[in-house]
């Protein structure tokens, strides 16, 4: 009886930790997509046509600039931001920092920066990743992605 007793007792003991470790976790408060892209600069990771339409853009479709590898986006809440071009320039007499403004729209699956609204396919702690369709010279919609990272 106390072999019983007890293995009940460690069992109920048992699935309490488990329980409570669960709820835990289940406490922990997400972020906003302001707070995701406003905790930590943005640097420009790559960019590109992605020409077989796989969602990916693979070295050979990545249309990034040595100059662009070292450009940095910084986002602030209050809807501004400051793009700093890197040591490396793309042109000779290029600002080194441009502010710009931004914001989401479109319920969130937006992000306007500098222009139009470019769709948002990843915007989590480490990666913003966002795309907007063009048409090509024929006339074809066709898919630009630009990747940023911390």
Not at 122 to 135: A, G
Request: proline share 3%; net charge negative.
């Amino acid at each position: 009886m106390k072999t019983t007793t007890l293995k009940s007792i460690t069992i109920g003991l048992f699935l309490s930790v488990i329980l409570v470790s669960c709820s835990k976790k289940d406490n922990i408060p997400t972020k906003s997509q302001t707070e995701l892209l406003t905790q930590k600069s943005w640097k420009f990771e790559m960019y590109g046509l992605d020409e077989n339409n796989n969602g990916i853009i693979e070295e050979s479709e990545n249309g990034m600039l040595d100059c662009e590898t070292d450009d940095v986006y910084t986002f602030n809440a209050n809807g501004t931001g400051v793009y700093a071009g890197g040591a490396l320039q793309c042109s000779t007499g290029e600002p080194p920092t441009i502010d710009f403004g931004w914001t989401f729209s479109n319920n969130g699956t937006e992000l306007a920066i500098f222009a139009a609204p470019e769709k948002i396919n990843k915007l989590d702690e480490n990666i913003l990743e966002v795309y907007y369709i063009d048409q090509n010279s024929q006339g074809q919609p066709v898919k630009y992605i630009r990747r940023f990272q911390h």
